[in-house]
C-alpha cells in the first residue's frame, strides 16, 4: 500500500523560506521522487515577508548595492545539491525592462522609474527587493514541479503539537506528525515543520519595560528596541527634544522616517556637501552609542593592487590542526589572531600592490616576513612600523573597534567636533578613490564571516567562545562591513549642521529623573548631559525565546520542545536568548534530545545565523545552510515516508 502524500510545513514564508523551497527543488530527484504537500504560514506577502514587505517608506534603502544581492545558489556554493544559477538583483530589473524575464506582476510607476534609473552600485529600496524576493518566491514554487502542492496560508502560527502517527499515516509507520495550529482556527497537519521566522521580536525586558512604564506615568514617549519601521512615531513632536541610544541600521531608518519621511530634503550645496532644508515638522535628536560613532558607510572604491583571494591563514588546514590538538577551541585565542592576520594581509596587500610610494621596500619582501610573524607579535609590530611610514595608514583593529576610546571631552563642542570628523574622515577614506585598502579591508572580514560556521563546528568551542562570536564578532563585522550607504553619512553630518542631530558621545548612559518625569543622557567619556520627555532605543530587540512576541516559538518553549540555547561561562551560566539548535538545524530539547521532525533556522537561533540573501560567487553561508537543511528535510521525509520506487529498490 504507498503511502499517503507526506507533508512539510513552514512557520515563516519570508526569503529564508523561499530560499530552502529553492534548495528543496534542485534535490528533491535526487532524494525523494514522490509527491510532496508544502504548507507555507506567513501573514505577509511570502517570499518578502514582514521585514522585507513593500508596505514601508520608500525612502528605506538596502545596505547593500543592487549587484552583491542574489538569492541564487551559484556555482561557488560549497554544497551537496546542484547549483540553480539566476539572476540577482541587478540582472533581475534589467530582465524586467527588457522584457527578457516575463513572469512579473504590473509594478507601480515608482517602481518602473527605480528600475530605470537602477545600476549595479545602486543602493535599492526596500520596496523594490520585496517584488525580486516575491518573484524569486513563486519561481522556487515553481520548480518544485507539478506533484509538489504548495499552500500559502496568510495566518499565524500559534502553536505546534505532535499527534499519533495513526491520524497521519500508514498503519504501523513510525512516520511522526505534528499539528500547526493557525490564528484563525484553521489547523495544518505535518510531517516535518521548519520554524523560519526571520527577525522575531521581543517583549520588553525588565528595564525597557521599566522605561515604558516612566513614560507613560509622565505623559512621555519610550520606544524600546523593535525593527524600526514598525515603531508609531507619531508621538514625537516637531521641535521636541529625543535621546537616541543605538547608531547602527536601525539609527539610520530612524533619520529616514524622522525626517525625509515627514517632508524634509536634502539639496546639494556648491562645495559638494548636502543642506537639508527643514519641513518644519521635525525633532530634535541627541544620539549616543557605546562606540559613540555610526557604523562605517559602504565603500565606492575599486581594488587597484593585485586581485583579492580567499582567507591565507584562517584557513580548514589551520582550523584542523588547531581541532587536532585541543578538545575545545577559544575564539580569541586561537582564531581571532588568525582572523585578524588576513584583515591585515589583505589591507597591506593592497596598500603594496596599489600605492607602492606609501611603502617601504617590496610586497614580497614583506609577504614573506609577514607570514613567519604572529598578529600580535612585536615583530608584527616592528614590521609594519618599518614598512609603513605614515602611522595614519597603519591597521589597528583595536582602535578600528573602538575609535574614541580614551578620548575625555572637555565640553558639548569638543563632543560635536570630534564625532563629526570622525564621521567626515570615514566618508573620506571609503569614498575616495585613493583608499581601496578600506575595501581589502571589508573583503577579507566578509570572508572570514561566510567561512567561520563552516570551518569552525560549533560544538568545540569553549562557552566564551560562543558568547563571542554571537556578540562581539558579529558587532564588529557589522560595524565595520555592514553599514549604510555613504550618502547616508553625509545626511547625517547635514543634519547635524542644521541643528538637528548632536552627538552624546561614547560610552551612553541613560536614567530616568521621577523629579521631572524626563530622561536623561550622557556619556562616561565627557561632562555633557541632557534631559528629554522622549527616549529610542534604536536598535532590534536582543534575541530571546523565553521573552519572544511570535506565539509559535513562545508555545514551543512553553510546551517544552524547544529551549534557549545555555551557556556555562567562567562568569556562571549565560543564556544567549536564542533557540537551542544542533548542527543540522533540528530544534533540541532542553536536555538536549533532537525534536523529530522539527527544524528551525534564522538569526534566533543557536546556528551562525547567516542572512537569508548574499552577494554572488561568495560560497555565501545562508546558500550553504539552505542546501544543507533542505537536504536534511527530504531525507527526513524518505525515511519516514518511502515511496513506491524507494520501496521496491529493497
Not at 539609527?251 to 548636502?274: S, T
Not at 559613540?292 to 572604491?301: A, E, F, L, R, T
Not at 529551549?563 to 533540541?588: A, C, I
Request: hydrophobic share 40%; glycine share 10%; charged share 20%.
Amino acid at each position: 500500500m504507498p503511502s499517503p502524500v507526506p507533508a512539510i510545513a513552514f512557520i515563516g514564508g519570508g526569503p529564508r523560506t523561499a530560499g530552502v523551497l529553492e534548495r528543496l527543488a534542485a534535490s528533491r530527484p535526487g532524494l525523494f521522487d514522490g509527491p510532496l504537500h508544502i504548507h507555507i504560514v506567513e501573514p505577509y506577502e511570502p517570499g518578502s515577508g514582514r521585514i522585507w514587505r513593500y508596505d514601508q517608506s520608500p525612502g528605506l534603502l538596502l545596505n547593500s548595492t543592487a549587484a552583491d544581492v542574489t538569492m541564487f545558489t551559484d556555482a561557488s556554493v560549497a554544497c551537496d545539491g546542484p547549483p540553480v544559477d539566476g539572476p540577482g538583483l541587478a540582472t533581475w530589473a534589467a530582465g524586467v525592462l527588457d522584457g527578457s524575464i516575463r513572469d512579473v506582476p504590473a509594478l507601480e510607476s515608482h517602481l518602473l522609474a527605480q528600475l530605470q534609473s537602477l545600476t549595479p552600485s545602486s543602493f535599492p529600496t526596500r520596496q523594490l527587493q520585496s517584488k525580486y524576493l516575491e518573484w524569486f518566491f513563486r519561481r522556487s514554487v515553481a520548480a518544485l514541479g507539478p506533484d509538489v502542492t504548495v499552500t500559502v496560508h496568510r495566518d499565524t502560527a500559534t502553536a505546534v503539537t505532535p499527534v499519533s502517527a495513526s491520524v497521519h499515516g500508514p498503519a504501523g509507520s513510525d512516520a511522526g506528525a505534528n499539528r500547526v495550529r493557525l490564528a484563525s482556527g484553521a489547523e495544518v497537519l505535518s510531517d516535518v515543520v521548519v520554524y523560519a521566522l526571520g527577525h522575531t521580536d521581543s517583549l520588553p525586558d525588565d528595564e525597557s519595560a521599566r522605561l515604558s512604564d516612566f513614560a507613560a506615568r509622565h505623559g512621555g514617549f519610550h520606544a524600546p528596541p523593535s525593527y524600526t519601521t514598525d515603531v508609531n512615531y507619531s508621538g514625537i513632536k516637531a521641535g521636541q527634544d529625543v535621546i537616541v541610544s543605538g547608531m547602527g541600521l536601525g539609527f539610520v531608518d530612524l533619520l529616514v522616517l524622522l525626517f525625509e519621511g515627514r517632508g524634509g530634503r536634502f539639496e546639494e550645496v556648491a562645495d559638494g556637501d548636502l543642506k537639508y532644508v527643514p519641513s518644519g515638522a521635525e525633532p530634535s535628536l541627541w544620539v549616543g552609542s557605546r562606540r559613540g560613532v555610526p557604523y562605517h558607510s559602504k565603500i565606492s572604491s575599486v581594488v587597484r593592487g593585485e586581485p583579492f583571494s580567499r582567507p591565507r591563514y584562517f584557513t580548514a588546514e589551520a582550523v584542523d590542526a588547531l581541532l587536532a590538538n585541543h578538545k575545545e577551541l577559544d575564539f580569541r585565542l586561537q582564531l581571532w589572531p588568525l582572523i585578524a592576520k588576513d584583515a591585515g594581509y589583505a589591507y597591506y596587500r593592497e596598500l603594496f600592490t596599489g600605492y607602492p610610494a606609501r611603502v617601504s621596500g617590496s610586497w614580497k619582501e614583506f609577504e614573506a616576513r609577514f607570514d613567519a610573524v604572529d598578529w600580535y607579535s612585536p615583530a608584527r609590530e616592528e614590521l609594519v612600523a618599518f614598512s609603513i611610514p605614515d602611522p595614519a595608514l597603519r591597521l589597528d583593529l583595536e582602535a578600528l573597534d573602538h575609535p574614541l576610546s580614551g578620548c575625555a571631552f572637555e565640553d558639548h563642542e569638543a563632543v560635536q567636533r570630534s564625532v563629526a570628523a570622525y564621521i567626515q574622515h570615514d566618508l573620506d577614506l571609503r569614498s575616495s578613490p585613493d583608499h581601496s585598502e578600506t575595501l581589502a579591508l571589508f573583503t577579507a572580514l566578509l570572508f572570514v564571516y561566510m567561512d567561520l560556521g563552516r570551518l569552525v563546528p560549533q560544538d568545540r568551542l569553549n562557552a566564551r567562545s560562543q558568547q563571542a562570536i554571537h556578540g562581539w564578532w558579529h558587532g564588529f563585522f557589522s560595524f565595520v562591513d555592514s553599514g549604510p550607504p555613504s550618502h547616508r553619512l553625509r545626511e547625517m553630518l547635514a543634519l547635524h549642521r542644521a541643528g538637528f542631530l548632536k552627538f552624546l558621545g561614547p560610552g551612553m548612559w541613560v536614567r530616568t529623573d521621577e523629579s521631572t518625569g524626563r530622561f536623561v543622557a550622557g556619556s562616561f567619556q565627557s561632562p555633557v548631559v541632557v534631559d528629554a520627555s522622549a527616549y529610542i532605543e534604536a536598535r532590534l530587540p536582543s534575541a530571546s525565546v523565553e521573552r519572544s512576541a511570535n506565539p509559535a516559538l513562545t508555545d514551543l518553549h512553553d510546551a517544552g520542545w524547544g529551549t534557549e540555547q545555555r551557556l556555562l561561562t567562567s562568569e556562571g551560566p549565560h543564556s544567549t536568548g536564542k533557540l537551542l539548535v544542533s548542527g543540522n538545524h533540528q530544534v533540541l530539547s532542553p536536555v538536549g534530545t533532537p525534536q523529530k521532525g522539527l527544524f528551525a533556522v534564522g538569526p534566533w537561533t543557536s546556528g551562525w545565523g547567516a542572512g537569508a540573501f548574499a552577494r554572488p560567487n561568495t560560497n555565501a553561508a545562508p546558500f550553504r545552510e539552505n542546501d544543507a537543511l533542505a537536504r536534511q528535510i527530504l531525507t527526513t521525509v524518505a525515511a519516514a515516508r518511502p515511496t513506491e520506487s524507494q520501496l521496491s529498490a529493497f
